[in-house]
C-alpha cells in the first residue's frame, strides 16, 4: 500500500476556495478520517487524492510516484492510480445477484474467469455474505448491501479505500455494527482506508489519525484521543466530544512558570500546567470535558439543575451557574429535579486553557478552586 503525500494543495472555483493549502501525509495501511462540518473540504479534498477532482494547484504522491503536479503538468486519471470508492449510494446493479455485483468490476479489468471466481468467493467469505451470494440487492437489508458494495470495491485489491459517508444511510443500531466490520477489515486487509464523516463518534472510535477541518483549512492532523484530550483550538475542542467540552470564558494572571490564577465563574482558582505557557491576554478560555465536572454534594462550586438526561449507562446533568450552562456527565441513571441545587467540582489533570482571540490551545492542566 502507499503512503500518500499532498503538499501544497488548493482546490478553488472564482473566488470560493475549497481547500486552502492542504499538507498531508497518509501512511501505507492507515486508516484516516477526513472529519468536518458540511462545506469544509473534506470530500473535496478525498475526491482530489483519488483523481475524481482536479486541484488548482499543489503536488499529489503515492509514495514517490507523481500522480498530480500543477507545476509539471501531470494528472494521472482515477483508474490509473489503483484506488477504491465507496460513496454514501452503495449504486448497487439492480439485476445483478451479489456474486455478479462483485465480480462486475474484475469483468471489467479482463480478469481470467478461475481468478474473479476465487477473488469472488474470497470477498463473499471476508465480508460474511456468502448466504447471500445468489440474491438481488432488492432482497437485502441495508447492512448487507453496504457489505456486498465494499466486496465489490475491494475485489479488485486496489492500493487505497476511499469512502465517502458510507454510513449516513443505515440507522442508529446498524451504523455501531458497521463501524465494528469496518474496523475489523481494515486490520484484515492491512489497506490504507481514507474516510470522509461529518460525524465525529465514527471518527473518534474508527480512526488511527483524524485530519480535522473548517472552512478548506486544516486545523489538527493527530489520533483521536490526542485530538480529543490536546485539541489544538477552540474549534476542534469544541467539534470533537459528546456531549460537547464546555467553554468557559475567562481572566488569567500568570503567577508562576506553569501556573496561574484564573477568574471564572465568579470563582478564584490555581491552574497548574505540565510545563510552562505564555500569555499574550489576560482574556482566556477554559475548557472542560463534562467528564471533569463530577458531581457531590462536597463539591466547590454551587449551580442549578437546569435539566437532566438519564440513558442507561450515564447521565448528562445540565447545570446552570449564573447565566452560563455547562455540561456535566456521571456514571449510571440519577436524575434531579429542575431547578434543584447541585454542587459539583473541577478534576484531572486535562483542563485546557485557550488564546480567546485565536482561540489557539495554550496550556493543559489541573485547576484548584480556592475556598
Not at 474496523?183 to 471518527?203: M, N
Not at 488569567?252 to 491552574?271: H, N, R, V
Not at 451557574?321 to 467540582?345: H, K, Q
Request: proline residues 5%; glycine residues 6%; neutral net charge.
Amino acid at each position: 500500500m502507499p503512503k500518500i503525500t499532498l503538499t501544497n494543495v488548493t482546490k478553488q472555483w472564482g473566488k470560493f476556495i475549497a481547500v486552502n493549502d492542504l499538507n498531508l501525509e497518509i501512511e501505507d495501511g492507515s486508516f484516516v478520517t477526513l472529519l468536518g462540518s458540511s462545506g469544509c473540504g473534506k470530500t473535496t479534498t478525498l475526491r482530489m487524492i483519488a483523481g475524481l477532482e482536479t486541484p488548482t494547484k499543489g503536488e499529489i504522491r503515492f509514495d514517490d510516484r507523481i500522480v498530480f503536479s500543477s507545476e509539471k503538468n501531470i494528472n494521472i486519471p482515477p483508474a490509473k492510480r489503483e484506488v477504491g470508492f465507496l460513496f454514501q449510494n452503495y449504486a448497487l446493479w439492480p439485476h445483478m445477484t451479489v456474486t455478479q455485483n462483485i465480480a462486475f468490476g474484475l469483468e471489467t479489468l479482463k480478469w481470467k474467469k478461475s481468478d474473479i471466481s476465487a477473488r469472488v468467493a474470497e470477498m463473499l467469505r471476508i465480508m460474511r455474505i456468502e448466504q447471500f451470494a445468489q440474491r438481488y440487492p432488492a432482497e437485502l437489508s441495508g447492512g448487507q448491501q453496504q457489505r456486498v458494495a465494499i466486496a465489490r470495491t475491494l475485489a479488485p485489491k486496489p492500493r487505497v479505500l476511499f469512502m465517502d459517508e458510507p454510513l449516513s444511510n443505515l440507522d442508529a443500531k446498524l451504523r455501531g455494527e458497521m463501524r465494528t466490520e469496518l474496523k475489523r477489515l481494515h486490520k484484515d486487509t492491512a489497506s490504507t482506508f481514507v474516510y470522509v464523516t461529518h460525524d465525529q463518534l465514527e471518527a473518534m472510535t474508527l480512526s488511527s489519525k483524524i485530519c480535522m477541518m473548517n472552512e478548506g483549512v486544516l486545523q489538527q492532523y493527530a489520533p483521536p484521543l490526542e485530538v480529543y484530550n490536546h485539541p489544538a483550538n477552540l474549534f476542534v475542542a469544541d467539534f470533537v466530544g459528546n456531549p460537547s467540552m464546555n467553554i468557559i470564558q475567562a481572566r488569567a494572571k500568570k503567577t508562576a512558570p506553569a501556573a496561574a490564577e484564573i477568574d471564572f465563574l465568579g470563582q478564584k482558582a490555581l491552574f497548574r500546567a505540565g510545563e510552562d505557557f505564555d500569555l499574550n491576554s489576560e482574556n482566556v478560555s477554559v475548557g472542560i470535558r463534562p467528564e471533569f465536572l463530577p458531581i457531590s454534594p462536597s463539591g466547590d462550586i454551587e449551580g442549578l439543575a437546569y435539566s437532566t438526561l438519564p440513558a442507561g449507562m450515564e447521565t448528562t446533568v445540565k447545570i446552570k451557574v449564573d447565566d452560563t450552562i455547562l455540561s456535566s456527565v456521571v456514571f449510571g441513571a440519577i436524575d434531579y429535579e429542575t431547578d434543584a441545587p447541585v454542587r459539583f467540582s473541577v478534576s484531572g489533570s486535562g483542563i485546557l486553557l485557550f488564546d480567546r482571540s485565536s482561540g489557539r490551545n495554550i496550556a493543559v492542566g489541573s485547576l484548584t478552586v480556592r475556598k
